[in-house]
């Protein structure tokens, strides 16, 4: 019963370094999408997939870059971190988005979080 | 102004208690509402869906006020396990078909024997 799984579930990076989060789901979902997390905020949205090969920008894209070879992975990848990008990340995914996503009432599922410490 | 907005809390009350949340949405386009609950340092999870009539579900009520642009949660007989942040979530169609989940930032809920 995998779900969404995410990895690594705790980093502490350097400024300037760089990293990946990797997000696998076994659902089949076509959307995936990641977010962030912190304190006296709504989770955002990072940036999202519609389907294998697709990306595309969410709320708070500039520092981030993902990619989406296979249906089941979405990549998060930090080129060069800075502080500011401390957060909790979570990875989600649904089964489509759009009207049916609207009414279906699943919406969508959540990793178990990826905490992340930039110094 | 935030979306979504949500009072903080926390929300302290004794086991048994009634509790209400409410949460405000600036967007009309908005077209469906979710209450997610959220352990500490877990993910969010769905909790209900909030439907226009209204809905129930156990000892949780979901309520939609669409002309006033909130939405509500009733938890009765408070247990100990309710305690949580509930996120408030609204879905947006936005251009293409697409749709666009907005998170309030969350209600802490701590109940107390």
């Known amino acids: 019963n995998a779900g969404v799984t995410q990895t690594p579930k705790f980093r502490v990076l350097k400024t300037g370094q760089s990293m990946t989060l990797l997000c696998a789901q076994d659902m089949n979902h076509e959307y995936m999408y990641w977010y962030r997390q912190d304190p006296g905020m709504g989770l955002r949205l990072i940036h999202y997939s519609v389907g294998e090969g697709t990306t595309a920008k969410g709320e708070v894209p500039d520092g981030y870059n993902v990619s989406r070879l296979k249906k089941q992975n979405f990549l998060l990848g930090l080129e060069s971190a800075a502080p500011s990008q401390t957060s909790v990340y979570f990875c989600a995914s649904s089964y489509s988005g759009g009207t049916l996503l609207l009414f279906s009432g699943n919406t969508i599922y959540f990793g178990e979080g990826s905490w992340l410490t930039v110094v | 102004r935030k979306e979504v907005e949500q009072d903080p809390g926390p929300f302290n009350v004794p086991e048994g208690a009634t509790v209400a949340f409410n949460c405000t949405y600036s967007?009309?386009?908005?077209?469906?509402f979710f209450w997610y609950r959220q352990d500490c340092r877990k993910e969010p999870k769905l909790l209900m869906s909030v439907y226009s009539s209204g809905n129930e579900d156990g000892r949780f009520t979901a309520q939609l006020n669409r002309a006033s642009q909130y939405i509500s949660l009733l938890i009765r007989d408070s247990k100990l396990s309710d305690s949580a942040t509930y996120l408030c979530v609204v879905n947006i169609l936005i251009s293409g078909g697409y749709n666009k989940l907005i998170f309030g930032a969350g209600t802490r809920l701590a109940v107390h024997p």
């Open positions: 967007n009309s386009a908005s077209q469906s």
